[in-house]
């Protein structure tokens, strides 16, 4: 079976960093997708970060140069290094992971998040 397993979120001050993390079993974050979202209070789940199986990554603009996309192949771990953080970026963050079964499509594998809260 496929799990993810987010981890890493926490209070922090403004101004100040987190690492989240994303932990996959029963799959290689390395041949697919892995991306980062988040949600807020009465808002849409919105797209953060995108980490793609050829390595090559995405930011959405309000974290871009914040926010680091890593992965560490030997813990099949996908990271999100949040620096500088504002109260903007207070919200639940989840991890996904989008494969393509083969005569079957894109599927699409959730977390259960983590919660980042940004606080003076």
């Known amino acids: 079976q496929i799990h993810l397993v987010e981890s890493g979120g926490g209070v922090a001050q403004p101004g100040g960093s987190l690492r989240l993390a994303c932990a996959a079993s029963g799959i290689r974050v390395s041949l697919n997708d892995v991306a980062w979202y988040r949600q807020g209070p009465g808002s849409e789940r919105i797209l953060v970060a995108r980490l793609n199986k050829d390595g090559s990554k995405e930011y959405v603009d309000s974290v871009k140069g914040r926010f680091i996309l890593s992965r560490g192949n030997a813990e099949n771990t996908v990271y999100l290094r949040m620096d500088d953080l504002n109260l903007e970026d207070s919200a639940h963050y989840y991890c996904?992971?989008?494969?393509?079964?083969?005569?079957?499509?894109?599927?699409?594998?959730w977390g259960q998040g983590t919660q980042v809260i940004v606080s003076s």
């Open positions: 996904t992971l989008v494969t393509v079964i083969p005569s079957v499509g894109a599927r699409a594998y």
